[in-house]
């Protein structure tokens, strides 16, 4: 009878290892798993982020692109405008040196 008593202690240790064994093994697949999906989950992430930085250097881009044909147009007519401005002065300073002259030998 103690024998059997035994054997069934034995026996009963032998399972509760086994289902600890087991447990830990369960538990380890489960953050393995985890581990998993929650690497994936940031590549993804990471993913979606890149895109949009992409987007938005892309969208930046366009507009220095804009802003600087529109910077260039300004600039174009601003000198545009000093060069007639100094067209003009250049003439009524010649035009004052003559008249001065001229107006001496009188």
Do not use: H, P, W
């Not at 009878?1 to 380890?28: C, F, G, P, Q, Y």
């Not at 987007?55 to 000198?79: P, S």
């Not at 002065?89 to 003559?98: H, L, R």
């Amino acid at each position: 009878m103690a024998s059997e008593t035994v054997n069934r202690i034995l026996s009963a240790e032998a399972e509760s290892d086994r289902k600890l064994r087991e447990a830990r093994s369960r538990a380890e697949e489960i953050v393995r798993d985890a581990e998993r999906s929650s690497s994936v989950a940031v590549q993804k992430k990471l993913g979606d982020a890149n895109y949009e930085i992409q987007k938005i250097r892309a969208g930046n881009e366009e507009k220095l692109a804009e802003y600087t044909a529109l910077a260039e147009e300004k600039c174009m007519k601003d000198i545009e405008n000093i060069e007639n401005m100094a067209r003009l002065n250049f003439e009524k300073a010649v035009g004052a040196v003559i008249q001065t002259f001229f107006s001496r030998g009188e």
